[in-house]
């Protein structure tokens, strides 16, 4: 019985370490494209800016630096890490 639980916790955490991993990539993804110039009438670069806005809707504009492109990797990589941080740190404790 309790390897049927322990695989249950296993598969819980290996979810939600994924979505945290997903959600990080995203937020990346619009980091890297907005430092690259991507072209923002394509749809998938929209796509990806408009989810990792949500996604870090609680840090964006945080930090008021002057340069733009400042702004944007700390204001969307905070996100990044507290969802990487926090994901993993629970699918840890789901572990054990």
């Known amino acids: 019985m309790s390897s049927r639980t322990g695989n249950g916790s296993n598969t819980a955490a290996r979810v939600i370490a994924v979505v945290a991993d997903v959600m990080a990539f995203i937020i990346g993804l619009w980091i890297l494209m907005y430092l690259l110039d991507a072209n923002r009438d394509n749809d998938l670069v929209e796509f990806v800016r408009h989810t990792a806005r949500w996604l870090a809707g609680w840090s964006y ?3 008021t630096f002057d340069e733009a ?8 990589g905070l996100a990044a890490v507290v969802y990487l941080f926090i994901g993993h740190a629970v699918a840890g404790r789901i572990r054990h």
Not at 69 to 75: F, N, S
């Open 69 to 76: 492109w400042a702004r944007v990797v700390a204001g969307y």
């Open 61 to 63: 504009d945080l930090f």
